[in-house]
């Protein structure tokens, strides 16, 4: 008989499964909060559950850890893991601490199908999804890790903000995301607010709408281009789900969560996606047509990271402060992200992991998107 990993189970999962264990809800949640609030993956440790069902929680099941392969802690104090997920392939969880907040920054694929141009993990192809268990995984391990490493006091949370915003798209993994974020925001679980758990993807529409009835959640849309030609380059997702259904799916998305906005990431590429003309193109994007009120948003510009296969490079400092000052003077609010954890390769997009691509990357290379060079991309 095969072992249930219980990382995999969400709390309704869980009660499910002691369920069919002749166990009561109640026995449940204590197990549940031994996991996750505790850290505890050892059964017989678990002293208030009865002898009875630590034996046969010891011959059914078992919470099981991703196995590490790296540890690499950057100057600014984020640290970043490599985690085996088996098969010749490695995942990445990156924590940011600030003063306010402690941030993970988790994966939800191995390798990423999406193929944008200037991401590392895009480059890479994509080798498969990870369960729910290996998503939950990041964070128990993170969350308990960084526990006894800061000395924090029992039960005092470290990490206060899920961003799903490692390797991979997580709106192309929706069957195991979802039970995920309901571990991450479960009162029994790691009780994260809902604002506070973020999901970021590159466009995928109809998993958007069913996120906005499921769990919704933050959303942050990379955006990146202010015109299809443009983004049909950039985020090939694009050439499926276009800016206008996109913006729809956004404007639809806000309906669940009245008071919440959408956060534009945008990546600052050097005479690509840069200068005053997409601001203005942005701008009207975002506004509405017809006299539709403009969505509640706010943009990220993030500075590109570069690495070598990219051909592109980083839109200089006084080029980016230009673009947001054009946006923040069109009256929206406009952040340019702080670089974390660059000196460890931990920031936006250099995750690379170790991915077997099993998409083939013959053919994904001959796709038209790759072949374009930044010279006409600018041009255009
Ligand atoms: N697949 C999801 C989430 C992972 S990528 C998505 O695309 O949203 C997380 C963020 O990093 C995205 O906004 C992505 O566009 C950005 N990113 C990717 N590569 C980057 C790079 N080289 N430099 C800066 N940001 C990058
Ligand atoms: Fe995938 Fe996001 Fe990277 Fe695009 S930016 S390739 S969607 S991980």
């Known amino acids: 008989m095969s072992l249930v990993n219980l990382l995999d189970l969400d709390l309704d999962a869980l009660v499910a499964w002691c369920g069919e264990q002749g166990e009561k809800r109640f026995r449940a949640v204590q197990l549940f909060r031994w996991i996750h609030q ?6 017989a440790r678990m002293t208030d559950l009865a002898k009875s069902l630590r034996d046969k929680l010891a011959t059914a099941a078992v919470v099981q850890p991703l196995k590490i ?82 000395n924090r006091p029992a039960g005092d949370r470290v990490i206060s903000n899920v961003v799903m915003m490692g390797m991979g798209e997580p709106l192309q993994n929706y069957a195991a995301l979802l039970p ?64 206008a259904e996109l913006l729809a799916a956004c404007r639809d998305y806000l309906t669940a969560a009245p008071r919440d906005f959408i956060t534009f990431e945008y990546c600052m590429l050097d005479g690509v996606n840069d200068g005053p003309e997409q601001a203005r193109q942005l701008i009207a994007l975002v506004s509405g047509q017809a006299g539709a009120p403009r969505v509640p948003c706010k943009f990220n510009l993030i500075p590109f990271n570069p690495f070598p296969a990219s051909g592109l490079k980083r839109s200089p400092r006084d080029r980016v402060m230009a673009f947001a000052k054009q946006l923040q003077e069109a009256g929206i ?11 460890i390769d931990a920031a936006c997009g250099q995750l690379a992991g170790e991915v077997q691509d099993r998409t083939n990357a013959q053919i994904r290379l001959t796709r038209p998107v790759i072949r374009i060079e930044p010279a006409p991309l600018g041009s255009s």
């Open 333 to 343: 609010v406009t952040t340019v992200r702080k670089t974390r954890g660059d000196d």
């Open 69 to 150: 392969l790296s540890e690499q802690a950057s100057a600014d104090g984020t640290i970043k893991w490599l985690f085996d997920v088996g098969g010749g392939d490695a995942v990445e969880t990156v924590f940011i601490p600030e003063d306010d907040r402690g941030t993970l920054c988790i994966s939800s694929q191995a390798g990423c199908a999406v193929g944008c141009r200037f991401c590392a993990t895009g480059h890479q192809g994509f080798s498969r999804n990870l369960s729910t268990g290996e998503i939950v995984a990041q964070l128990w391990f993170a969350e308990h890790h960084l526990r006894q490493r800061l």
């Open 180 to 243: 995920a974020l309901r571990v991450m925001l479960d009162d029994h679980g790691y009780g994260v607010s809902r604002r506070r758990v973020t999901v970021s993807t590159s466009g995928v529409v109809p998993m958007i709408e069913r996120l906005r009835s499921d769990c919704p959640v933050a959303l942050a849309v990379s955006l990146h281009a202010p015109t299809d030609a443009l983004r049909d380059q950039l985020v090939p997702l694009n050439r499926k789900y276009p800016l």
């Open 38 to 43: 505790k850290g505890e993956s050892d059964f």
